[in-house]
């Protein structure tokens, strides 16, 4: 029974997650990937962006690392080849080079990485394979059913948008109907799926959840952290191949911080190996659900466009305390 709907941006996560230890849940998703719904689609749009994915983050490993620059501070007060100033500057300048060195190498790590993603040959690649390998295409019922959907303008995606989610969507309805699945697990990170609440409590949307209900589907739970979703689902259903409490915590966490970035509107852009929203020429204000460092919890902020050029970010405000939370950095 194939009931849990594993979005694309979720696979993706893999290629530029930070926290090392993340790519123990692959584990856990190969153990269940017999419960996982798995489309064609959903293929094709990892490995269309896994290399961005990836490059995009490993280049701010590589602009950490040169960050320690070269410095030579003058030494005419004090001209002596034995004076600490020289000293020290002798040191800076090997441990410059040693730097240096090393920098090098990791560059050739990342092309080397690089090529092993392309081709398919590294870890997360050949694991996800797994998963992969069960993916079904579209029959052109589906395909009819997703392009009414498009032109409806219902979610999954956007009206002006190429077929994509719609597909997967109508293929998972068709499934749960041929399985006679009676519950549903969802984790995306696409708010076409979800909305949440001032609470950061997150609900499926109303639209989907008709979908859905109408199939006789009992239950239907949504998240939009794998972390998360896991730990939950573990709660009802064993697994054994799973992080530790502990680190199912921690991995909570991080995808908290992650997701106060990960508000998709539309087209995305990348930052620190993370995606966030492009949001440009709008002439209205927008609400989102966001955390507010002022408030030190999240809150509803309000959108408001920045004039000040014609690419510039939108202004982001709280919408409690009207503290400034965004004015910068998409």
Not at 108 to 122: A, F, Q, T, V, W
Not at 241 to 256: A, D, G, M, Q, R
């Amino acid at each position: 029974m194939r009931n849990i709907y594993v979005d694309a941006n979720i696979y993706l996560l893999f290629y530029c997650q930070k926290e090392g230890k993340f790519n123990t849940l692959l584990e856990t998703l190969i153990e269940l990937k017999e419960k996982i719904f798995i489309s064609k689609q959903i293929v094709y749009e990892v490995e269309r962006n896994k290399l961005k994915k990836f490059s995009d983050s490993f280049e701010e490993y590589i602009k950490r690392a040169n960050e320690i620059g070269k410095v030579d501070i003058p030494t005419h007060f004090d001209s002596s080849s034995e004076s600490d100033l020289d000293q020290w500057n002798q040191g800076r300048a090997e441990l410059y080079n040693k730097i240096k060195g090393s920098n090098k190498k990791l560059e050739k790590i990342r092309n080397d990485l690089y090529i092993k993603i392309h081709n398919g040959e590294d870890e997360v690649s050949v694991k996800l394979k797994k998963i992969f390998d069960l993916a079904k295409d579209a029959e052109p019922v589906i395909l009819e059913k997703a392009r009414l959907r498009r032109e409806r303008g219902n979610p999954p995606g956007k009206r002006t948008d190429t077929l994509g989610d719609q597909i997967s969507w109508e293929q998972f309805l068709d499934s749960i109907t041929s399985e006679k699945v009676d519950e549903v697990w969802m984790i995306t990170k696409d708010s076409d799926y979800f909305i949440k609440d001032h609470e950061n409590k997150i609900y499926i949307n109303s639209l989907l959840k008709k979908d859905v209900e109408k199939l006789d589907v009992k239950k239907i739970k949504i998240n939009d952290d794998i972390s998360k979703a896991i730990k939950e689902y573990s709660n009802t259903y064993p697994i054994t191949n799973k992080p530790t409490e502990s680190e199912l915590e921690e991995f909570i966490k991080v995808e908290e911080k992650l997701n106060q970035n990960f508000i998709l509107t539309g087209g995305t852009a990348s930052t620190s190996g993370y995606t966030i929203p492009t949001i440009m020429n709008f002439d209205f204000f927008s609400r989102l659900t966001g955390y507010c460092y002022n408030c030190k919890t999240n809150r509803v902020l309000i959108m408001k466009e920045n004039k000040s050029h014609q690419y510039a970010s939108p202004y982001i405000y709280c919408s409690v305390c009207g503290s400034l939370v965004q004015s910068h950095g998409f």
